[in-house]
Each structure stands twice: as C-alpha cells, then as structure tokens.
C-alpha cells in the first residue's frame, strides 16, 4: 500500500508568516503550485494556496440579516465577516493564510490522503513528522499514482 512518504515532494518550497502576499504570489506562480507551507522555525503555522489570494481580488459579502420586535440580527457570525475581511485585506501571509492547517504523517496511506483530499476540498497537504516538515503531497503526487497503477 502506498504512502505520504511513497509519494511525497520533499523539497518543499516554503513561505514564512512575515512574507509579503505579492512575493508569496509570485512563488506560487513561478514554481507551478497551488500551494505552500507557512514555517515558523520548523514547525507549520499554516498554509497559503492559491484560493487564499483569489479571495483578495473577491466582492465584499454583506451578511444578511432579520428583524424581530424593531431589532436587527446578523444571520452570519460577526467573526465570519472579520475573517473574511482580513483575508482580502492581508498584506502578509500570516494574514492570508490558513492557520492550523490539516497535517499528514508520512505512514498515513494513500487512500487517507485522497479521502482528505476530497473531503476537505484541500489540495495540498504537509507532511509532518515529529512537529517538523518533512514533504508535501499535492493533488498531482496522487493523480500521479493513477498513471502508475
């Protein structure tokens, strides 16, 4: 049975939190990824894919509201309209990106990885092993193990 550590990329590019969002851009796009791991030291903070930047270029959604007796309730969360706000505001990546990220083992198994994957709706994955980066799996390392099989 195949694995992260089967499949991998282990020369990851990485981005830090203080990364400016046009340079993070440009490492995305100059290396053909759709996403990146943020390290603080070793350790991932969080990542930054390509849909955290389209965000930015997005309409500003006004959240919708309800009367009942003469008073005016939000029916999304204040926190939600926050978050997005920050999002399209973000001038760095730890204002960008997705914090606590979800993770991968190298002995988790391929078919754990596509079931997060298409779960999740997340496209690239760290591998991490003792708190620290050791690869990434992406959407391509596993369509590439379909070409193999």
Same mark, same amino acid.
């Given at each position: 049975m195949l694995t992260a550590q089967d499949i991998m990329t282990t020369d990851c590019i990485t981005l830090t939190p203080d990364t400016d969002i046009t340079t993070a851009a440009q @490492? /995305? /796009? @100059?290396?053909?990824?759709?996403?990146?791991?943020? /390290?603080e030291e070793e350790t991932v903070v969080g990542i930054l894919c390509q849909a955290d930047l389209v965000v930015q270029q997005k309409k500003i959604t006004m959240p919708s509201f309800f009367t009942l007796l003469d008073g005016v309730f939000p029916i999304s969360s204040h926190e939600d309209l926050e978050r997005e706000m920050s999002k399209m505001s973000a001038v760095t990546v730890a204002e960008a990106m997705t914090h606590d990220p979800t993770v991968i083992s190298p002995e988790t198994s391929l078919e754990d990885i596509a079931t997060v994957m298409a779960n999740q709706k997340l496209f690239t994955l760290p591998v991490v092993e003792n708190e620290a980066l050791v690869g990434v799996v992406g959407k391509e390392d596993v369509l590439k193990t379909l070409l193999k099989a």
């Open positions: @490492t /995305l /796009l @100059t290396h053909k990824i759709n996403g990146a791991p943020v /390290l």
